[in-house]
């Protein structure tokens, strides 16, 4: 009770009654006036608080109210008289508190005797003491991780509250100190946990729970709860899209992953690159994550697929920068793929097909600790259209041929304690020919990529709530890429083995103190082989332009890299002011040795000389949350980022053995309004600046093994704004807009250009809607910037070849028109049984606008025109899922 | 669920088929130009000297003593730049451009040291630092000096003139059988030019101020063309067709045999050409490349070229004069 009232000593009350003229004054004696002389005035020796008036509360400040008290010569209190009104509830108050009033009588003459008095009796509103706590939380399943909704959930003396569909519960006004929770609901046991409460504190608790119909009977009377730490915060900035409403999205023919190219800070990929080009960083500098697998690509070749089942995916979560300190190796975006749970039982899966490929995902449960699924994709474009068209088609287009496949055991061997074995693969093959009746002009380009990968997965949930995952995978990497122009040749191989070990340790150790610790290390042994010139293919930062025949010369080298680290890691999430704010400091410290068998080029028979470096990152990270309202949060995050240079840069011949890390410091800060189920604003301003960066080396005659130099530094800085409404009963959508720079500079000091991947603005809107009786229509929008590009301004006769040359002006000075499409998508669900089929059409650039894509050139390089991306492409395809 | 119309949309759509068409043939004459440069000998020592004429062609025929701005450019190419020679040979001013003076032909020296700035050698490192990274050489092994021409239009062209360097980082073995079995280059010589219509074949008869009446064609009549060339050993020597000879294979650091492709463009001052270019790969054994002429659909006079040009940078030609009546 918020309540302070002033007491005036009776002393003073006294002598302000004889001194005072105007609030006091002297009662009158029962005897005659002068006749007596007051020898001890009153003392109260019982004061009576009165009550704050509840109807004066809200008007935020006190009063003070001056009352005549007649004090018997018993010292009670027999006459209580407003002198000076403060209001009728402020007057009540403090009357009825002063008739409970007890004095010790005053004395006149040396006697007690009765008297009057003035007492001022002062009402000031403050602050109540906390007298109360919260309890605040979230009931999930064990198994699954998903919230549980309508689960009852009583504290002792605070009662009972329901979780909502998010499986969340809260009390606002529990005594402090030990109370009993108890959860129930259906499907559930009743089950006890305990938890002591602290007055004016806020407890956030996330209760696992084992549902009761995943358990055999005899197992059902063993129930238990485990007290978990709080759900791991997404990043400062990330956003996350449960695979459900990605695979809703237009334009990604049901594939969730897909849904990342719509995602804010994401640019627009060039048709069929299926690049991820994520806040103007370079693609490779962005890197993949599935369940804390490292994988090199997401996307197939040409990014029409995704690499993993878009049935295996319990959501994907992209993290532009400013992610936290359990991540590394990497100076751009982070994607983080979840892989979903297997069904509690029986046998459920789905088989999907469209024009590109079918998919098929089979999920298993043999025993509620025993589970398995198995997906695979498959291509078939390769073999149907040389049916339909002519035979040799595939010589001229480069058609994709690719397939993956997962797979996935999973062992329960306790109720907090979850083994999974898992497997991935990917493989990619992309292949056309230019015939031309002059062999100097034929041109073959083979591309052939992949990946494996096992990986063991252990989850374990501690009694005392700690977390800890412990994912060692090892697994392959290939990439070749063969091409020839004429007899000018340009190959380009790189096979590694990849091993990984990632383990972390996740704790609340107090109520406002979540603590992560961890190692993630990976070892890389590369083998990479490179003949042609040191221009082809071609790096971001040097002259081209699309199709120009490479030059002719050719070198060549192959060699071995290992580039290793083993970094741990450790961050706090703090909580504070009741946990409205959230400090996360962070630091990992990862230690890299590189190396490569040989530090210079090769030699008669000299033999080869290799090079061990060592280079350690420190890098700390920060990120702090402060949500002063529910739907309001302020976020700022800011950290450093190493990668260590791709194999084939350290070749002695192409590029330099002795290349560095190469760094990035990303700082951002955003706020977030609103909730995503009814609407949120998202705003995140950015600045990331990179150094070190591998580019050519500068010198007309680079120095042996110095083909390519450290010396490079980036800066990229822009807006992102997210506007979403998640996935609730019939709507969902978001609208992405992201204003950006990316630049580039070769040194220090050199001018900046704009990166090869800078576009200035992208906009994507994504909208689908439940129109009923099965039928969705939803569609996307897409409006971007076109990528710079170096202008060729005139070109010169060969007459060593007969062919044209380009002359190049400034670089990236140009850029390709705007980029603007829409794609729509309708699909239609209906039930067969126990069997659920969807069936689409999604139509992908319906305005069939010729967009820009690249830039083409006459022969003689005095005509610009541009290749355009894809006409209107209805996909239509269905799944069938049980 | 797939359906013909849907693959033939998606082969449509693969293809990028929506890339833009030029009516950028490069054979057809319509205005002065540079086709092609020889060198003489085709390939040169460091130190020795060859001499260059041009084949500077315009509607006409061919242009004589055209005012031609030759050089030597001794700049190297940079890293990042994908063409044969550096831009900066086209600037005026740069004391690396040497001026070979005006004219249709000129006569120049390969620089003492062009093995160093543009073959196989490290340049003179500069103290405390490694030495340079030597020139990587072409498919066929060969190094270039670059030469610049200039022509009266304003159109830059280079002719870069092949040097005979001794490979570098090799083996004593190899060394000696790259020195003593390596046959510097020749230039291509056109055997004969020959067409077929409908009418049969026939031999073009060069356009070399003999006094030979030109061939008579029909307007808009289609012709076969086949240019052909010698006949080469197969071990290395001197020839005018496709040589065979030896090169330093980059990735197995060991000799290797090759055989020179030969590449005809063809160029006319009307009609149109099925091919700009046409040729044979070094493992294709023929000795001829053929193409498909149109003759214009009025009458008059077609000044016809094939220059050949040889995998090591060898340069020959032939001009030809044609009569069209309707």
């Given at each position: 009770m918020n309540r302070r009232v002033f007491l005036p000593c009776v002393a003073a009350a006294a002598v302000l009654a004889v001194s005072s003229p105007v609030l006091a004054q002297e009662a009158a004696p029962p005897a005659p006036a002068g006749a007596h002389k007051l020898t001890r005035p009153p003392r109260l020796v019982t004061f009576i608080e009165a009550p704050f008036p509840e109807s004066e509360k809200a008007a935020g400040h006190g009063a003070t109210v001056v009352l005549e008290l007649g004090i018997t010569a018993t010292g009670t209190v027999d006459k209580v008289a407003v002198v000076q009104s403060a209001g009728a509830a402020f007057d009540e108050a403090a009357v009825g508190a002063a008739r409970a009033f007890v004095f010790e009588p005053a004395e006149v003459d040396g006697k007690p005797a009765a008297i009057r008095i003035l007492y001022q009796y002062e009402f000031v509103l403050k602050a109540e003491a906390p007298t109360t706590a919260i309890l605040a939380g979230q009931i999930r399943d064990q198994r699954t991780r998903k919230p549980l909704a309508g689960v009852q959930v009583a504290v002792t003396g605070a009662g009972s509250a329901t979780t909502d569909a998010e499986g969340r519960f809260r009390f606002d006004t529990v005594a402090p100190g030990p109370h009993t929770v108890s959860i129930s609901g259906a499907g559930l046991a009743d089950v006890e946990t305990s938890e002591t409460l602290e007055a004016g504190r806020q407890t956030t608790v996330t209760y696992d729970v084992e549902l009761q119909d995943s358990k055999p009977a005899e197992d059902r009377d063993d129930l238990e709860i485990v007290v978990a730490p709080p759900a791991m915060e997404k990043q400062v900035i990330?956003?996350?899209?449960?695979?459900?409403?990605?695979?809703?999205?237009?334009?990604?023919?049901?594939?969730?992953?897909?849904?990342?190219?719509?995602?804010?800070?994401?640019?627009?990929?060039?048709?069929?690159?299926?690049?991820?080009?994520?806040?103007?960083?370079?693609?490779?500098?962005?890197?993949?994550?599935?369940?804390?697998?490292?994988?090199?690509?997401?996307?197939?070749?040409?990014?029409?697929?995704?690499?993993?089942?878009?049935?295996?995916?319990?959501?994907?979560?992209?993290?532009?920068?400013?992610?936290?300190?359990?991540?590394?190796?990497?100076?751009?975006?982070?994607?983080?793929?979840?892989?979903?749970?297997?069904?509690?039982?029986?046998?459920?899966?789905?088989?999907?097909?469209?024009?590109?490929?079918?998919?098929?995902?089979v999920r298993a449960r043999f025993s509620d600790r025993v589970a398995v699924e198995v997906a695979g994709r498959k291509s078939y474009l390769d073999a149907l259209l040389p049916v339909f068209t002519s035979s040799n088609v595939g010589q001229y287009i480069p058609i994709p041929r690719y397939y993956d496949a997962q797979t996935r055991v999973l062992w329960e061997p306790s109720r907090t304690a979850r083994v999974e074995l898992g497997g991935l693969i990917s493989s990619d093959a992309v292949s056309d020919e230019v015939p031309s009746t002059d062999p100097t002009n034929v041109q073959k380009q083979t591309h052939d990529s992949?990946?494996?990968?096992?990986?063991?997965?252990?989850?374990?949930?501690?009694?005392?709530?700690?977390?800890?995952?412990?994912?060692?995978?090892?697994?392959?990497?290939?990439?070749?890429?063969?091409d020839a122009f004429g007899p000018v040749p340009t190959e380009l191989e790189v096979n590694a083995t990849v091993a990984s070990l990632r383990a972390s340790w996740r704790k609340r150790v107090t109520n406002w103190i979540t603590l992560t610790a961890g190692v993630d290390g990976q070892f890389t042994q590369s083998h990479f082989r490179r003949t042609g010139s040191t221009t082809s293919p071609p790096r971001q930062g040097d002259d081209y332009v699309f199709g120009q025949a490479p030059p002719n010369q050719v070198a060549h080298d192959d060699g071995t890299i290992i580039a290793s680290s083993i970094a741990p890691y450790a961050s706090a999430d703090v909580a504070i002011a009741d946990g409205h704010v959230h400090v996360v400091p962070g630091v990992r410290f990862d230690p890299y040795l590189v190396t490569t068998n040989r530090q210079y080029p090769p030699f008669g028979t000299t033999p080869a000389h290799g090079l061990a470096s060592e280079s350690t990152a420190l890098e700390p990270r920060l990120s702090v949350r402060w949500t002063p309202l529910p739907a309001l949060t302020w976020k700022v995050g800011w950290g450093q980022y190493h990668e260590p240079p791709a194999p084939a840069d350290l070749s002695a011949v192409f590029g330099n053995p002795t290349l560095g890390l190469e760094s990035a410091e990303h700082i951002l800060g955003g706020v977030v309004v609103g909730t995503p189920d009814i609407l949120s604003f998202e705003a995140t301003v950015f600045h990331s600046t990179s150094q070190n960066l591998a580019v050519r080396s500068p010198l007309p005659t680079p120095l042996a093994a110095q083909a390519l130099v450290s010396t490079g530094i980036g800066r990229s800085r822009g807006v992102q704004v997210l506007v979403r409404k998640q996935l609730s009963k019939r709507f969902f959508g978001w609208i992405t807009y992201t204003l950006s720079q990316s630049q580039r500079a070769v040194a220090p000091g050199a001018p900046y250009y704009d990166y090869g991947f800078d576009q200035t603005h992208v906009l994507s809107a994504v909208a689908?809607?439940?129109?009923?009786?099965?039928?969705?229509?939803?569609?996307?929008?897409?409006?971007?910037?076109?990528?710079?590009?170096?202008?060729?301004?005139?070109?010169?006769?060969?007459?060593k070849t007969g062919t044209f040359e380009p002359i190049f002006g400034p670089l990236n000075s140009i850029r390709i028109p705007d980029f603007v499409q829409l794609d729509v998508r309708v699909s239609k669900r209906f039930a067969i049984g126990d069997t659920n089929v969807e069936a689409y059409l999604d139509v992908q650039n319906v305005t069939n606008r010729g967009n820009p894509e690249e830039f083409v050139y006459s022969l003689d390089y005095t005509q610009r025109r541009y290749i355009t991306g894809l006409p209107i492409l209805p996909v239509a395809g269905a799944r069938v899922s049980w | 669920m797939v359906s013909r119309a849907a693959l033939v949309a998606i082969a449509v759509a693969l293809s990028s088929a929506c890339a833009p068409t030029f009516d950028d043939s490069t054979s057809i004459i319509s205005a002065p130009r540079l086709l092609a440069v020889q060198s003489t000998p085709a390939e040169a020592v460091a130190g020795g000297a060859f001499s260059l004429s041009a084949l500077y062609v315009g509607p006409q025929g061919v242009q004589t003593a055209p005012q031609l701005d030759w050089a030597t450019c001794l700049l190297q190419t940079p890293s990042d730049q994908p063409g044969?020679?550096?831009?900066?040979?086209?600037?005026?001013?740069?004391?690396?451009?040497?001026?070979?003076?005006?004219?249709?032909?000129?006569?120049?020296?390969?620089?003492?040291?062009?093995?160093?700035?543009?073959?196989?050698?490290?340049?003179?490192?500069?103290?405390?630092?490694?030495?340079?990274?030597?020139?990587?050489?072409?498919?066929?092994?060969?190094?270039?000096?670059?030469?610049?021409?200039?022509?009266?239009?304003?159109?830059?062209?280079?002719?870069?003139?092949?040097?005979?360097?001794?490979?570098?980082?090799?083996?004593?073995?190899?060394?000696?059988?790259?020195s003593a079995g390596y046959v510097p280059n020749v230039n291509p010589a056109i055997a004969s030019l020959s067409s077929t219509s409908g009418s049969g074949p026939a031999t073009v008869v060069p356009a070399d101020g003999s006094g030979v009446q030109p061939m008579t064609?029909?307007?808009?009549?289609?012709?076969?063309?086949?240019?052909?060339?010698?006949?080469?050993?197969?071990?290395?020597?001197?020839?005018?067709?496709?040589?065979?000879?030896?090169?330093?294979?980059?990735?197995?650091?060991?000799?290797?045999?090759?055989?020179?492709?030969?590449?005809?463009?063809?160029?006319?001052?009307?009609?149109?050409?099925?091919?700009?270019?046409?040729?044979?790969?070094?493992?294709?054994?023929?000795?001829?490349?053929?193409?498909?002429?149109?003759?214009?659909?009025?009458?008059?006079?077609?000044?016809?070229?094939?220059?050949?040009?040889?995998?090591?940078?060898?340069?020959?030609?032939?001009?030809?004069?044609?009569?069209?009546?309707?």
């Open positions: 990330s956003t996350q899209v449960a695979a459900d409403e990605a695979r809703r999205v237009p334009g990604t023919q049901g594939d969730v992953l897909k849904v990342v190219e719509n995602l804010p800070g994401v640019a627009r990929a060039s048709v069929g690159s299926g690049q991820l080009v994520v806040w103007g960083a370079a693609p490779e500098d962005t890197h993949v994550y599935v369940d804390d697998v490292p994988v090199p690509t997401l996307y197939h070749q040409g990014g029409f697929r995704s690499v993993i089942h878009s049935d295996m995916v319990s959501s994907v979560e992209l993290m532009p920068g400013g992610w936290g300190p359990d991540y590394g190796r990497g100076i751009g975006g982070l994607v983080k793929v979840d892989l979903g749970p297997i069904p509690k039982d029986g046998v459920h899966g789905s088989v999907s097909s469209d024009l590109l490929d079918s998919a098929a995902d992949g990946f494996r990968r096992v990986w063991l997965r252990y989850f374990k949930q501690t009694a005392d709530g700690a977390e800890m995952v412990v994912v060692p995978s090892l697994g392959t990497n290939t990439d070749s890429l063969v689908s809607l439940d129109l009923g009786h099965g039928f969705e229509l939803g569609g996307r929008f897409r409006y971007a910037t076109g990528y710079p590009r170096t202008p060729v301004t005139g070109s010169y006769f060969d007459g | 044969p020679v550096n831009p900066a040979c086209f600037g005026s001013g740069s004391s690396d451009v040497v001026s070979l003076g005006k004219g249709g032909t000129a006569n120049a020296t390969v620089p003492s040291d062009a093995c160093l700035l543009f073959g196989p050698n490290s340049p003179p490192p500069t103290p405390g630092q490694p030495s340079p990274r030597p020139t990587d050489p072409d498919a066929t092994g060969g190094y270039y000096l670059p030469i610049v021409v200039g022509d009266p239009a304003g159109q830059w062209s280079v002719a870069p003139e092949r040097i005979t360097c001794p490979p570098s980082g090799v083996t004593q073995d190899v060394l000696a059988v790259i064609v029909s307007a808009g009549q289609q012709f076969a063309l086949s240019v052909s060339w010698a006949s080469c050993p197969t071990s290395p020597q001197a020839c005018s067709g496709a040589e065979t000879y030896l090169s330093l294979d980059s990735t197995t650091h060991t000799v290797v045999t090759l055989r020179e492709s030969i590449v005809a463009s063809w160029y006319a001052t009307g009609g149109s050409f099925a091919s700009d270019r046409s040729g044979r790969s070094g493992v294709d054994p023929g000795l001829d490349a053929t193409n498909i002429w149109t003759a214009p659909r009025t009458s008059g006079v077609v000044h016809l070229w094939v220059v050949l040009r040889d995998a090591r940078g060898g340069v020959g030609w032939q001009g030809y004069t044609l009569k069209t009546q309707l």
